[in-house]
């Protein structure tokens, strides 16, 4: 019999209020229309209510092992369903649009190709807030979401920065280039320099995923690839400090001559 006691932690105890447990808590949680990451359901678990209100909400649903669920739940009694809620409401891609107009400036966005670790995108939202930027752009899936641990890692600037929640990032990608919005990838490969790259107007920068970099389809998607020049034996940064260095490049060359 599983005792919850003799369990690892799956995630951080800053993350627990935003994980529901058990049968009528995620029904009422998708009828409610709050925002939502993920639902997790256990192999072979009939949830026909759950499915249903999950893909007329468009959220993912995650089919797993039972003992996934019993490693997940912090109560011991999830009757094969948790979902992830998250920690702070999404906003819409006009929205991002707009923060930039009402601030009179040219947008600069920042986004998030396949970041998986909270902390890191609690960390890029932070330095886009801190920089001045109009939205951060995230995958629907396969990346961290606006969890509590994202939430704390911003520092606070979680209430101030607009996050937006792509269903396609790739197609999404479009839409900025067609709303005028110049998109620069951040790779060590790149062919611009970064104090070549000019942030003057519109711009979106994109930020690979901790291990493998922007993925091939939004790395075609660019219309530049940055790479920041590295003058230490380490090559890399890791994804927030890469999107910090960028930004504040942007802000450089947008108040330069002011």
């Not at 009757?79 to 947008?107: C, M, S, T, W």
């Not at 960390?123 to 807030?129: H, L, Q």
């Not at 790739?170 to 611009?192: C, Q, S």
Request: aromatic letters at 4%.
């Amino acid at each position: 019999m599983h005792n919850p006691k003799d369990k690892k932690p799956y995630r951080d105890a800053d993350e627990e209020n935003t994980l529901l447990e058990g049968r009528n808590a995620v029904t009422e949680l998708l009828r409610s229309g709050q925002a939502c990451d993920k639902v997790f359901i256990a192999q072979g678990a009939r949830m026909g209510e759950i499915l249903t209100l999950a893909k007329a909400r468009g959220v993912p649903v995650v089919q797993c092992d039972r003992r996934k669920l019993d490693a997940m739940s912090q109560t011991g009694n999830h009757q094969g369903v948790i979902a992830q809620a998250a920690a702070h409401a999404y906003a819409e891609l006009d929205d991002l649009f707009r923060n930039a107009e009402q601030k009179g400036e040219p947008p600069l966005f920042v986004i998030c190709d396949g970041i998986a670790d909270p902390h890191n995108l609690g960390a890029i939202i932070r330095s886009a807030e801190t920089a001045g930027a109009h939205g951060v752009i995230i995958p629907k899936r396969r990346a961290a979401g606006l969890t509590a641990v994202a939430a704390r890692a911003s520092a606070g600037a979680l209430a101030y920065m607009p996050v937006h929640k792509a269903v396609n990032l790739a197609a999404l990608i479009d839409t900025l280039k067609e709303r005028g919005v110049w998109v620069f990838g951040a790779e060590a490969d790149g062919n611009v320099g970064l104090y070549e790259a000019d942030f003057a107007g519109p711009t979106a920068i994109v930020i690979g995923s901790e291990g493998e970099g922007i993925s091939r389809l939004i790395r075609e998607k660019c219309d530049f690839i940055v790479s920041i020049p590295m003058r230490g034996k380490v090559n890399s940064l890791n994804a927030s400090n890469a999107a910090a260095v960028l930004l504040f490049e942007a802000v450089r060359r947008r108040t330069r001559g002011k």
